[in-house]
């Protein structure tokens, strides 16, 4: 369970903040633009090939696990 309860107070205590949000924003953002990318460009085009890839590759592996694992 990701909320913890801190035991002075008996409130829940949520570890993720606006910049977490922010950071996951864009990492879905640039995916989607990744898959819109590789959707409408030729089938050996730079777009499609390298463009795409690289762009799906910063969502998933950096932008979405970094959006997680930062505390700030």
Do not use: A
Not at 8 to 19: A, H, Y
Not at 34 to 49: A, P
Request: proline content about 6%; cysteine-free; hydrophobic content about 50%.
């Amino acid at each position: 369970m990701l909320v913890s309860i801190d035991n002075d107070n008996k409130e829940p205590i949520w570890p993720f903040n606006k910049f977490n949000y922010l950071i996951f924003g864009i990492g879905v953002l640039t995916i989607i633009v990744g898959y819109v990318l590789m959707s409408t460009g030729e089938v050996n085009s730079f777009q499609s090939i390298r463009l795409s890839p690289f762009l799906l590759f910063i969502g998933y592996v950096i932008l979405i696990p970094l959006s997680i694992f930062f505390k700030k």
